[in-house]
């Protein structure tokens, strides 16, 4: 090409180019997030509105200790969507850990076995699967849905029934009471629950690994270009979110003292839908823990204003949680799109 | 640069692909301190080349010393390692992430574990400034634009402390302005000892950066030489290895039908056709076996006037007319229904279907007008697809072969194919050579004159001048999304008038 004789008219000098960008829309990545926390409040005031009783603090409190073991399994789904990915198995995972926990106890092995034995078996389950999607670049959906019927198999063969826990560990837990005001008190798990989420938005934001999982999610081949360790990152990934389905499972067990091998049927779908609602999106590399967090108050707030209604069947719940999903999807595509 | 000891030195180059040897004993040295153009058709092998040093591909022979010692390079990661940096060809960052992220990603300020961000935001404030950008590093890369994501790449290469940085096409996606900040940034590198590998098809660009240059064709080593040992005209023999006449034939074929054209009806007509945002409403008329050539700078909407043509985004002003009759051009298939035809820009994510064969990337467009239930004949697909292959060169000519494997320059050729088959009236091509060489874009335009001779109205969109002055009948320039004049192309208009009308946005 000739010398073009370019006027500062014509294009500008850099920063005036720079500046045309700068005031543009800075926190797209956020509208999402902000949306579910104005339903979350939105629901919560109408609830304080409509029923006298809903001031009780015992209401939030609960909200967390009745989704703790969602809120564990969601969080470690969310690093799996980050990535573009999605992870089935996770409800297939508690049902064979809540059954694997309870058998074992059952032959008395000693609790400080059991516990980390299961967690170990979860995060491995995960690993493997992460391991197929990676090395023989099968679908996450296929492979996780492999690892599903696996897991769900093996529970089902060690034993189709419910088993009861007499374990004094697990009963203590599951009887302990957390004070925390004057009438208001927790259980154990959903303060477990709120400290993997807290863990879990630290890895996200401050660590090399946590950072990896945005940039895979955002494009994989310029990931691998960019010299980040896709293949260990994704992996880790899957890994985490089998150790998070096994500590849901624990939590499960805890709570119920039992061990079933139709525990947590379906909740991989709960997760996956409390993750779109917080604003995690499907297609990989945006969301926040938090939003998964907001995700699952958001469906356990639904749930909680039924019961207090009370003449309402528990149908509609779900109902509700579809057209959040469908309106929340919706959004999403409008607001990349307009960020484009 | 007296003879010092190369940096990088590869040899004997071998590299098979099922069916290709696309390396064939290269032999390949880089200087410190040196600018190094790369020079090739497309399919030479300087992309294969680059991708052994980056360690995407592994050698199936020969040897690579760095600094004089022998080096395996087993991927992306180790090639970091030993001090290869690439900033490739189509931008290769995360736009989800932040300007500061894509820049440390992966080598992260850290404290405990912990990355500062603080520090991290600091660092890239401090490196762009050093490119003379001033961005808002937290901010997402895709709210930036492709010039500046490059500028970012390049930002992310050599804050690794680099020996050799390859730099594949950078110039591609800037405009003049860019291009000269991205040459003074390399030359404060080349000062600063570290080998540039170049890559551009714009050969003004390479004689006024490098200094030194190396020649393959068709995966073979011809020829390194002094820059200033060599003039262009040699140069571009050298990498075609056949005389310019082709390039000159051209020119001919467009003067003679540039008068045949003027008593054409006209085939499409824009009145106040635009889009919010997009294009300013503009008036286009566009006649049977008339080329009309899109002029204007990077960014000045040339792309958007004429994907409102295709109904590729939808108009929300103005009308449009084809044979007389006023038309909806709502969607792509409305517009194809019309017999107009689309060849985007963006070949690789719009266009190309990489895993689908090379015949099956062709007969897709005609496939789809005739409807999925009549699928088209086997033997008449193989007939279509060799005729096609022939008339436009590709190469290699294997109808199976992914498109995937095949160079930029010819999927373009498949992508063009595609569209030719389905016998469009009007023809709309954008940017069809950029980021191929000479020799194939000689081919692609005088495969537009010989189109348009036979009665087909092609929009041509192009950011070279040149190229836009030698296929138009007419010509149509843009400024800042707006559609400010149109030139009938006589002898007396040339680069330096449209320059200045899209310089001064007025006609004189």
């Known amino acids: 090409m000739t010398t073009m004789q370019t006027s500062p008219v014509v294009k500008g000098d850099g920063p005036q180019l720079n500046k045309r960008h700068r005031s543009f829309r800075p926190n797209t990545k956020h509208v999402p997030i902000l949306a579910t926390l104005g339903l979350l409040v939105a629901m919560y005031v109408s609830g304080l509105a409509n029923y006298p009783r809903f001031d009780n603090p015992m209401v939030v409190v609960n909200l967390f200790r009745d989704n703790a073991v969602l809120l564990v399994v969601a969080v470690g789904m969310t690093f799996v969507i980050l990535t573009g990915g999605i992870d089935l198995s996770v409800g297939a995972v508690i049902s064979l850990t809540t059954v694997l926990t309870a058998t074992l106890l059952k032959a008395d092995w000693p609790p400080l076995v059991v516990l980390p034995a299961v967690l170990v078996l979860g995060a491995l389950i995960g690993a493997g699967q992460g391991a197929v999607i990676h090395y023989f670049k099968v679908e996450p959906f296929i492979a996780t849905l492999a690892g599903l019927f696996l897991a769900r198999g093996l529970a089902l063969f060690i034993n189709e029934d419910s088993i009861p826990i007499r374990n004094d560990m697990w009963r203590e837990l599951s009887d302990f009471r957390i004070p925390l005001a004057d009438g208001v008190s927790t259980k154990p798990i959903a303060i477990v629950a709120l400290l993997t989420l807290l863990i879990a938005a630290v890895v996200l934001a401050w660590t090399r690994f946590g950072r990896n999982v945005y940039a895979i999610g955002g494009n994989a081949d310029s990931a691998l270009l960019m010299g980040l360790p896709v293949g260990r990152t994704k992996i880790a990934v899957y890994t985490l979110s089998g150790f998070c389905a096994a500590l849901g499972g624990v939590l499960f067990s805890i709570n119920s003292t039992s061990g079933w091998a139709g525990q947590g049927n379906g909740i991989e779908l709960d997760a996956i839908a409390a993750c779109v609602i917080g604003g995690v999106l499907l297609t990989g590399g945006s969301g926040f823990v938090w939003g998964t967090l907001l995700g699952v108050l958001v469906t356990g707030l639904i749930r909680t204003l039924i019961n207090f209604q009370g003449d309402l069947n528990v149908a509609w719940s779900q109902i509700i949680v579809g057209v959040l999903l469908f309106s929340f999807i919706v959004m999403q595509r409008l607001v990349t799109r307009k960020a484009r | ?508």
């Open chain 2, 1 to 508: 640069m007296g003879e010092q000891s190369p940096v990088l030195e590869m040899t004997g180059i071998r590299k098979v692909f099922p069916g290709v040897v696309a390396l064939d004993g290269v032999d390949f040295r880089m200087f410190p301190g040196e600018v190094h153009a790369l020079m090739g058709e497309n399919g030479a092998g300087k992309s294969t080349l680059i991708k052994t040093l980056t360690g995407v591909y592994e050698i199936d022979g020969g040897e690579i010393t760095l600094g004089g010692k022998p080096v395996r390079i087993s991927g992306p990661l180790q090639a970091q390692q030993a001090g290869i940096s690439t900033v490739y060809q189509e931008v290769n960052l995360c736009t989800n992430l932040s300007i500061a992220e894509n820049i440390f990603i992966g080598r992260e300020p850290r404290r405990f574990g912990k990355i500062q961000w603080g520090r991290m935001r600091r660092r890239a404030a401090e490196l762009l400034a050093r490119l003379d950008l001033d961005l808002d590093v937290s901010a997402p890369l895709s709210t930036y634009s492709l010039a500046i994501q490059q500028m970012v790449a390049i930002a992310r290469a050599i804050d690794v402390d680099a020996r050799v940085l390859i730099l594949d096409e950078p110039t591609s996606s800037l405009d003049t302005a860019e291009v000269e900040q991205l040459f003074r940034v390399m030359r404060r590198l080349k000062e600063s000892g570290v080998a540039i590998l170049f890559v551009s098809h714009f050969l003004d660009q390479i004689y006024e950066i490098s200094d030194r240059l190396t020649i393959l064709r068709n995966g073979q080593l011809i020829s390194e030489h002094r820059v200033e040992e060599l003039s262009q005209v040699q140069l571009v023999e050298k990498m075609i290895g056949k005389e310019l006449a082709a390039l000159e034939d051209v020119e001919d074929k467009a003067q003679s039908n540039r008068e045949r054209a003027a008593g054409a009806k006209p085939l499409l007509e824009a009145e106040g056709l635009g889009r919010t945002g997009a294009i300013a409403p503009y008036n286009l008329t566009i006649h049977e076996g008339e080329v009309v050539g899109l002029a204007g700078l990077l960014g000045s909407g040339r792309t958007e006037l004429a994907r409102l043509l295709f109904g590729a985004d939808k108009a929300d002003q103005g009308e449009v007319r084809v044979d007389g009759k006023k038309v909806s051009l709502r969607d792509p298939q409305a517009a194809m229904k019309h017999r107009i035809a689309f060849s985007s820009e963006n070949r690789r994510t719009e266009g190309i279907i990489g895993d689908l064969s090379v015949r099956e990337n062709i007969i897709l467009a005609l496939q789809a007008s005739r409807g999925w239930a009549r699928p088209i004949p086997r033997k008449k697909q193989d007939e279509i697809v060799d005729k096609y292959i022939k008339a436009l060169q590709i190469r290699p000519a294997d109808p199976e072969r992914p498109v995937r494997n095949l160079s930029g320059g010819n999927q373009q050729k498949v992508l063009l194919a595609r569209w030719l088959i389905t016998e469009p009236r009007l023809l709309i091509i954008d940017e069809p050579t950029r980021g191929i060489d000479v020799g194939a874009k000689a081919e692609i335009q005088k495969l537009v004159a010989e189109l348009s001779t036979g009665g087909m109205a092609v929009l041509f969109v192009s950011a070279e001048l040149e190229e836009v002055l030698r296929l138009s009948h007419k010509i149509a320039v843009l400024r800042d999304r707006r559609l400010v004049e149109e030139l009938e192309n006589s002898a007396d208009v040339d680069a330096d008038r449209i320059m200045q009308t899209i310089a001064s946005g007025a006609s004189s």
